[in-house]
């Protein structure tokens, strides 16, 4: 079956990761066994937490996931960050299917292509900023000068520069998030995914981290979910979910246009 | 060496370079959690040492005493066995000890031979009816193997005189401290000694001495009096019984040549070296040695368990960092070298920690016992104890760390951070 099609019409831009007829379906508890069945034990039921969902994302593109909560939001995400793999359909990247790869090798795509933002920030706590931003870069094999220089670099593009070695609990929420989104990019990744990143925010650090998002997306794809208007406006289009379904048409432009 | 082996030696010392870093900052970040893993490790690496340094106190001590006895060759009549009657010591099977010793020492090669025998005797300070149980020992002569740690030695064993008891009886005993303390006595004072309580009224002997020897062979309190003495109040004169034939070979004589002559002209009788007298005994407390072999093993198990446990509490509490970086794509090498390296080094704290300690605690707890029971050395430690309580400490927590990164790398990260 084919589901509904969110596709931005740009023939000058590249498709970064495309899912088609993608769905996921949980399992609650495990099946039962052979004495299991005998005593009568059903199937456990299953949860089908996304529906035959297509789109393609692509560079300098920021697309939204909306929908209220258990829509589906999170897990389309993931499945586009090769953090999960798909039940049914499949996920490209680039050309790639990422259900061909093995567990190894989605850690390692994950490292090189993609960054992932996340509400609750998930920064090491015995790691200064600076050292949380660089940490991706150890298993690509920089130096340790380089790592520091990137590391820098990207703290001082988010307004972090003054702020490299405190810790994140000495961070306020927003520059918590900005630490995590100059992680995301250390890699220079092609796409960003970004689960409700203003979630845990004030209004004013909502903005700023806004901001730095449109400012991400200038030379790779952004994914956001969120409940939150004011993050769902700057993207140039949007999916609206529920249960697991894309259940409208993408709105083409955004207020970035 | 090819690029490619290049690249991945220095990728991977850039994981450990980054793994050791790493460690060190969750380390300095969970100063409370750390503490307290290490006192955990230290408290089973603790219980390891000590425990194990009872059960080699046991056997050590009892080696010691059978060779600070200065004697070279034990004889019994079958089996030694610990009697469970009255306060302790061991069963007298070996009769007409006397006349058996004598004929012994004519043998070449033989400078002595003396019987030992051990008796629960009543003793009591007034002759009144508080009387309690002691072990009694009885020495031939004056015992010069004897430590007398105040007061003086027993003169001699007088009242057996050429075959007959028609010698004058000395009536002088030594105790041990815990005894004397015990009985609130010290040296001079007199007290009351048999084998019934009948015999102990009739009976006043003088504290010449404090002696700590045969309250150590035996781990129980004694009083320490001539053989023929305690033969007389616990009336077996007739029989002469003794636990042992104490022999000592001539300078100029080989044990074991000795050992042998002995062994074919009395097959009746067992007849051990000092080493082998110590085990004959041992084995003759099987429930007790393996009470004491289980206490180890309890002892290494319990450490082990409280070890391995602590370490996966500590890899596990860690688990949204762990979830956090596989989902950015940081790979399980980097993360189990994290996680060994914390093993590594709560178990190298905590086992140093334990070794540090146990030296203090051994004196401490050894003081108490010779205090409480009166058993000195009952802790003794050995260079293997420490290897093995380290090597429990660092090698389990370093598995531990593993087998908990193992499962932690193995639990889908999404699980943790949703």
Redesign the interface.
């Known amino acids: 079956m084919a589901g509904s099609v969110a596709s931005f019409d740009e023939a000058s831009s590249s498709v970064v990761v495309s899912a088609t007829d993608v769905s996921k379906r949980y399992t609650r508890g495990t099946e039962p066994g052979v004495l299991g069945r005998l005593l009568g034990r059903q199937s456990p039921p299953t949860v089908r937490a996304v529906d035959s969902a297509s789109l393609e994302v692509r560079t300098e593109e920021i697309v939204g996931l909306a929908g209220p909560s258990g829509s589906g939001k999170?897990t389309l995400l993931?499945l586009l960050?090769g953090?999960?793999r798909p039940t049914d359909g499949t996920v490209t990247f680039r050309g790639t299917d990422l259900a061909s790869l093995s567990r190894?090798e989605r850690?390692?795509?994950?490292?090189?292509h993609?960054g992932?933002v996340?509400q609750?920030f998930?920064?090491?706590?015995?790691?200064s900023a600076r050292?949380n931003v660089a940490?991706?870069l150890?298993?690509t094999?920089v130096?340790?000068r380089e790592r520091r220089r990137r590391a820098t670099d990207l703290l001082e593009r988010v307004g972090l520069g003054d702020r490299l070695t405190h810790?994140p609990r000495e961070l306020s929420g927003g520059e918590q998030q900005r630490v995590a989104i100059a992680?995301a990019l250390v890699?220079d990744p092609a796409l960003v995914i970004a689960d409700e990143p203003t979630g845990e925010l004030d209004t004013e650090s909502g903005r700023a981290i806004l901001q730095e998002f449109e400012r991400v997306a200038e030379n790779r794809a952004v994914v956001l979910a969120s409940h939150d208007r004011e993050t769902l406006d700057l993207c140039d289009r949007l999916l609206r979910l529920r249960d697991g379904a894309v259940v409208d048409q993408p709105s083409r432009g955004g207020p970035r246009e | 060496m090819s690029d490619r082996y290049r690249?991945s030696m220095?990728?991977q010392g850039?994981?450990l370079?980054?793994a050791g870093?790493?460690t060190i900052?969750?380390f300095?970040?969970?100063k409370v959690r750390l503490s307290l893993a290490v006192v955990g490790v230290t408290l089973a690496v603790l219980a390891i040492t000590l425990l194990a340094g009872a059960g080699v106190g046991v056997l050590e001590t009892g080696e010691q005493q059978f060779q600070t006895a200065d004697r070279d060759l034990w004889v019994t009549s079958g089996d030694t066995r610990l009697t469970t009657a009255g306060g302790g010591g061991f069963e007298n099977t070996l009769y007409d000890s006397r006349n058996l010793s004598a004929e012994m020492e004519s043998h070449d090669g033989v400078a002595l031979a003396a019987p030992l025998a051990f008796e629960t005797v009543y003793v009591s300070t007034d002759g009144s009816d508080d009387f309690r149980t002691f072990v009694g020992t009885g020495i031939p002569g004056g015992g010069s193997s004897i430590q007398v740690t105040d007061g003086d030695a027993l003169e001699g064993d007088p009242y057996y005189a050429n075959g007959t008891y028609g010698g004058e009886m000395t009536r002088e005993v030594l105790l041990d401290a815990e005894t004397a303390r015990s009985l609130d006595v010290s040296v001079g004072d007199t007290v009351h000694i048999g084998g019934s309580l009948a015999a102990a009224r009739e009976n006043e002997f003088t504290v010449v001495g404090i002696s700590p020897t045969f309250e150590r062979m035996l781990g129980t309190p004694t009083v320490t009096m001539p053989l023929s003495e305690l033969h007389q109040v616990t009336g077996n004169t007739r029989t002469e019984p003794a636990t042992f034939l104490a022999i000592t070979v001539e300078d100029d004589a080989r044990i074991e040549t000795v050992k042998r002559e002995l062994t074919e002209e009395y097959p009746e009788y067992e007849i051990r070296s000092n080493q082998e007298q110590l085990e004959a005994v041992l084995q003759e407390q099987v429930v007790l040695l393996a009470a004491g072999g289980t206490l180890v093993a309890v002892a290494i198990g319990a450490g082990v368990a409280l070890t391995f446990s602590l370490l996966s509490l500590v890899i596990y509490q860690q688990r949204?960092?762990f979830?956090?970086?596989?989902?950015?794509?940081?790979?399980?090498p980097?993360l189990l070298m994290t996680v060994i390296g914390q093993g590594l080094c709560i178990g190298l704290l905590g086992g140093g920690l334990g070794i540090v300690l146990t030296p203090p605690a051994v004196v401490a707890l050894n003081r108490l016992a010779t205090a409480v029971v009166g058993f000195d050395g009952l802790i003794q430690t050995a260079p293997w104890i420490y290897a093995l309580a380290l090597a429990i400490a660092m090698g389990i927590g370093s598995v531990a760390a593993v087998v908990a990164g193992w499962r932690v790398s193995q639990t889908?990260?999404?699980e943790v951070?949703?």
Not at chain 1, 107 to 112: K, N, Q
Not at chain 2, 323 to 332: K, M, N
């Open positions: 999170s993931h960050a953090l999960e190894r850690t390692r795509h994950r490292l090189e993609i992932i996340f609750q998930h920064l090491l706590d015995s790691l050292a940490l991706p150890v298993e094999g130096g340790k810790r992680r890699t | 690249r220095t990728r850039t994981r370079r980054a870093r790493l900052a969750q300095r970040d969970q949204p960092t979830a956090a970086l596989t989902v950015q794509g940081v790979s399980p980097l889908p990260p999404l951070l949703s």
